[in-house]
């Protein structure tokens, strides 16, 4: 079965700076991978989509990229801020396209 | 972006009471809803797909009596545990996602603790 592993480690870095989040899986590659925003106590967010044939997107200061090679998505946010501060989650359909995955997510915090 | 809503957010309830979490999926319909457990510190882990119209499909582990889910309509899904215990305290969530596009939209989380 798909394994979705991502750093279990806080990332603390300065405001301004990039962060970067990674995202591995074990097993198929999937058609697409997504990013959410977890904040504590709510839902996620849906931040961004790519897919399989995409080598990056971006959308404002967040760029998504996906080596299906690696078998790896990086997340990063530029300029980072303070309010950026948050778990980040990876997810992948499972290989039947039907179900969405989760990884353990990465809590970000921006300092200022 | 679409809508889902949760209720109730929270619930405190006795051992052995039932509890129901509703879903609902306000400016879209949604034939197919995801419910999420989260425990505290880790990531969401799939519970079951409630399917509008037919049974749910749960995932490997997950008591399909305990965790009662009810699809009746394109816009509502509950989610009713059944006979709870304290270890069926946890963060509950649901997800819905219009229209085939793929971004998934979750509810608020409805925080259950079972005394």
């Known amino acids: 079965s798909q394994k979705i592993e991502q750093n279990s480690e806080a990332l603390n870095i300065q405001e301004g700076k990039t962060a970067t989040l990674t995202c591995n899986y074990t097993n198929y590659s999937p058609a697409y991978l997504q990013w959410y925003r977890q904040d504590p106590g709510r839902g996620p967010v849906f931040l961004l989509l790519?897919?399989?044939?995409?080598k990056e997107k971006r959308k404002e200061r967040l760029k998504v990229t996906f080596d299906t090679t690696l078998k790896q998505s990086l997340f990063h946010i530029t300029a980072s801020q303070p309010a950026d501060s948050a778990t980040y989650l990876c997810?992948?359909?499972?290989?039947?396209?039907?179900?969405?995955?989760f990884g353990s997510g990465t809590k970000l915090n921006v300092k200022p | 972006g679409a809508v889902v809503s949760q209720h109730p957010s929270r619930v405190i309830c006795k051992s052995g009471t039932s509890v129901k979490i509703e879903c609902r999926s306000l400016d879209f319909q949604a034939t197919t809803m995801f419910w999420y457990r989260q425990f505290p510190k880790q990531s969401l882990m799939l519970m079951a797909t409630?399917?509008?119209?037919?049974?749910?499909?749960?995932e490997q582990g997950v008591e399909k009596d305990k965790f009662l889910i009810n699809h009746a309509s394109l816009t509502l899904s509950t989610l009713t545990v059944t006979s709870a215990h304290p270890e069926d305290s946890s963060f509950y969530i649901c997800?819905?996602?219009?229209?085939?596009?793929?971004?998934?939209?979750f509810g608020e989380g409805s925080r259950l603790t079972v005394l």
């Open positions: 409630s399917n509008e119209g037919s049974k749910a499909t749960y």
């Open positions: 790519i897919r399989e044939n995409e």
């Open positions: 997800s819905a996602t219009p229209g085939g596009t793929g971004e998934l939209f």
């Open positions: 997810a992948l359909e499972n290989d039947n396209f039907n179900k969405f995955y």
